[in-house]
């Protein structure tokens, strides 16, 4: 997938699918979400998460341009990557492909979050410099 070095394949399961027979458009952000922590997995920063104060990193904006339906038993794939990384925010973009086709695009932001002062926290250092060099450098601040 042109522009993403991480990519996941999502099976699309019958639950996944709406009254039409398609992917329910509320499943394309399930989707983008597992490519998200896949995206952070990869990087080294994995959960287990053993109690909800362990998300540090929290949506506060979620966009998805849907291009086309997909169906049952088709080939999807989620590809992620960070485009911009701020203080205490990122900004994840995706991509999804059904059949190696676009079937929608867009995006997350994300806050890093500390759930025991119930505010925004800076990004970690050693964070911010694995994704920049998994991203090579390539991101906007």
Same mark, same amino acid.
């Given at each position: 997938m042109d522009g993403f070095r991480h990519v996941v394949p999502i099976e699309v399961?019958?639950?996944d699918l709406d009254a039409l027979g398609h992917v329910n458009n509320t499943v394309y952000l399930v989707y983008a979400e597992t490519g998200r922590l896949s995206y952070l997995a990869e990087l080294g920063f994995t959960l287990p998460i053993t109690h909800w104060s362990d998300f540090t990193l929290i949506v506060v904006h979620t966009? +998805?341009?849907f291009k086309k339906p997909i169906l049952y038993g088709q080939?999807? =794939?989620v590809g992620t990557h960070v485009t911009a990384i701020n203080r205490s925010s990122m900004r994840l973009d995706y991509r999804i492909e059904s059949e190696g086709?676009? =079937?929608a695009e867009g995006y997350a932001i994300v806050v890093y979050y500390d759930h025991?002062?119930? +505010?925004a926290k800076p990004i970690p250092q050693e964070m911010r410099t694995k994704i920049e060099a998994f991203e090579n450098d390539k991101l906007s601040n």
């Open positions: 399961r019958f639950h966009s +998805c341009d080939k999807v =794939a086709k676009l =079937a025991a002062s119930n +505010c």
